[in-house]
């Protein structure tokens, strides 16, 4: 690209679309120039907020749209494989959310139609950059826990599937979402698990639906055909053992947590929306020469630029601009991004074991 051309790109989708176009806003090197979302009204009223010049309902015009560089893909997992494979074939770069595809043989196809198409390709796992646990990736590259990894923990309990009255939409049907909680948050905690510790070799998994029937918008009761609790356990490459806890359905709570227990140390990750600053997370470390866990400074390179006063915000403009930032980067230097399509089909391959799993009740090797 010419040096000081911004990269054009254009948002396919509202809801974590929002977070989207947050991020870019935040991206010197970024121009939103068109934006679409099925309704008009709703398209309209966020590209007003976000000063985006052009909106489309229909996300093949908005693909059309002249001098377009790049695309963000914040559609229903049912859509991405065919929006993916739009946007190749008129030669833009992608960043796609996550769970990539609905299923793994998807997920491969769109990583080689990104080969295929020279592009830049990118998985929307923006939690890599919540200061506190792109810092414990520093510790783990750097040995802090030891040289094997023997125990891991992790647990993401929320509540914003509880609510009984909750309407019945597209989050709630397999043929849409793919997944429930495993897909929407329990797929943050695989990449986590991979980028940190390293490859899942096999596991064994058991998915829940506690509330299994809703009202849709008509008030007709509509089966709940996903999971909105899961359990994981997994084995490590090196050998290590994970226990991975995951609920939509926790009252009360918003909390994340990661533990890592090496042969020489361990780390202890928490996202708790109840703490003062939580947009930062919070690290705990202890090594050899240190009783118990001790909090562990976040380094400033980490949080340059982040205002914790306002966490809602800093969730898009900060946390997802450094993901924007990255892909933008990618495209005006011809280098790779990463997390890339390659990290989402690594992902979706743990997804696609683990529902088999639940299905069959039996531990599945990858």
Known sequence: MTTGQPVRVGVIGGGFGIQHLQGYGATEAAEV?????????KAEETAGKFGVPHVYTDYRALLAHPGLDAVSIVAPPHLHAEMVSAAFA??????????LAMNAAEAQGMLDQAGAAGRVH????????IPALAYMKELMDGGYVGGRVLHVESRWFSENRAAPGQTHYWRHQRELAGFGVLGDIGVHVVD??????????SLWGHADTFIPERLD???VARLVTVDDNFTLMARLA?????CVRLSAVARKSNY??????????????TFD???EGWIRGQLWGARDDTRSPEPLEVPERYTQGLDASDPQRAQGEFIFGRLTRDFVEAIRNGTPASPSFADGLAAQRVLDAALESSTEQRWVAL
């Open 217 to 219: 918008e008509g008030g």
């Open 273 to 275: 929306r109840n703490v």
């Open 90 to 99: 008129k030669g833009l770069h992608v960043l796609c959310e996550k769970p």
């Open 122 to 129: 990118m998985t929307a796992f923006n939690h890599r950059h």
């Open 33 to 41: 120039v068109a934006f679409c979302q099925r309704t008009k009204e």
């Open 256 to 269: 994340q947590n990661l533990e890592i227990y090496g042969d020489a140390g361990m780390l202890r990750f």
């Open 238 to 242: 090196g050998g290590a053992s994970a």
């Open 192 to 201: 986590r698990l991979r980028w940190l510790v390293g490859e899942f070799e």
